[in-house]
């Protein structure tokens, strides 16, 4: 029955609960005047059955005019709102009222309600925006396609359903943490003597061999920035630019995927992934992501699109060799690293490596994982 129920409403109309009322009244009065032969009563089940005839067939004419669109999703990461624009736009030579639009979000994007709106009118050839945020719980490159438009009027007896599809892609990337440094990254490329957390550090405490050009003094430059025998000689202060320095060698941050993880470590492992790359990229480092079924990239959208995809697969591919931050949860590859590489462990115990690294352990929260890459390695 509610299948029935269901294509009738998306291909007809069904009757609202005032619509059933009028029904079954209209019924009993026909019935009371073929036994009565009045015809004041023939004259109510006639006008009320009218009403009926209209009150079905208005509104999926309503809905025939009514067209809609849906803007580009620009993409977010997990946790953050995606901002969703649809047009719903008349296309008529008449005005269309109390118009409701439902959005049907695909699995796992979101939680419940559903996004929905109601345009109290909308005039021929006029065109509404509704704008509307989507929580979001989870990666994944997910396809908003499905809009849904309603409505009852102008009788309020039927009420008429039309599916529309409008797709549209929504990209959800990782997690990404906000690591004020990591020495994990930062030590990569010396292995003597640890370079300093931060670059910025390394600018703070520059004064030669840095500087890149002179120029004049501008509101805000930090004191220690002034070169005192130039200014001197310009008869105005003159400020250091400095050179933008890199980390030692360039890496990359490799992770298996292959088969054996917890779901909740290997999302973690994604998170830390994609936490590490912001991190080098913020600082200037020269970085790349390599996983077996992406190979190597260097571009940063790319590279979060590419985990925002991710899942578990079972090529055996090896990683490139050359400098590594290799995030794994299997133990026996941490005696494969290629010199001056460095690894990030998921497992319940910890690994015995001449390598240095960090043991993450199984279902480590994100407040945890933010503070384990501000950890030195072992």
């Known amino acids: 029955m509610n299948r029935l129920w269901r294509w009738l409403e998306f291909h007809f109309s069904t009757p609202e609960y005032g619509g059933g009322l009028l029904m079954w009244l209209s019924g009993f009065f026909f019935a009371a005047a073929t036994n009565t032969l009045s015809g004041w009563l023939y004259v109510i ?60 979000l695909p699995p796992n994007l979101s939680d419940p309600p559903l996004p929905q709106t109601t345009i109290e009118s909308l005039a021929p050839g006029q065109v509404q925006y509704w704008r509307y945020g989507i929580p979001t719980r989870k990666r994944g490159i997910y396809q908003l396609d499905r809009l849904d438009v309603i409505t009852a009027s102008p009788l309020g007896l039927f009420r008429s359903r039309r599916s529309r599809s409008v797709p549209r892609p929504a990209i959800v990337y990782p997690l990404i943490l906000p690591l004020s440094y990591c020495p994990l990254l930062d030590r990569l490329g010396v292995e003597e003597s ?134 794994t949860h299997r133990s026996d590859t941490l005696t494969q690293l290629p010199p001056g590489s460095c690894w990030l462990y998921w497992g319940e115990i910890e690994p015995k490596t001449s390598a240095a690294g960090l043991f993450a352990g199984i279902d480590q929260p994100d407040q945890s994982l933010v503070g384990l890459l501000q950890t030195y390695p072992k």
């Open 194 to 327: 640890p370079r300093p957390y931060t670059v910025d550090l390394n600018f703070s405490n520059a004064t030669e061999g840095l500087t890149k050009n002179l120029r004049p003094y501008r509101w805000g430059d930090p004191m220690r920035l002034i070169h005192w025998r130039t200014s001197a000689r310009y008869g105005e202060l003159r400020v250091r630019e400095l050179e933008v320095t890199t980390g030692g060698q360039e890496f990359t941050i490799a992770l298996d995927t292959r088969s054996g993880w917890e779901e909740a470590a290997f999302e973690q492992a994604i998170i830390a992934t994609a936490s590490l790359y912001n991190y080098a990229v913020k600082q200037n480092l020269r970085v790349s992501f390599w996983s077996p079924t992406t190979e190597t990239l260097r571009d940063t959208t790319a590279v979060y699109e590419a985990l925002a995809a991710m899942t578990m697969d079972d090529r055996d591919v090896s990683p490139p060799d050359r400098c590594l931050v290799w995030l």
């Open 45 to 104: 089940s006639g006008v009320s059955i009218g009403l009926l005839l209209v009150g079905a067939v208005l509104p999926p004419r309503s809905l025939a005019d009514i067209s809609l669109s849906r803007s580009k999703v620009e993409p977010v990461s997990a946790g953050d709102f995606l901002d969703v624009v649809v047009g719903i736009e008349n296309r008529g030579k008449v005005s269309r009222v109390l118009i409701q639009v439902v959005d049907l």
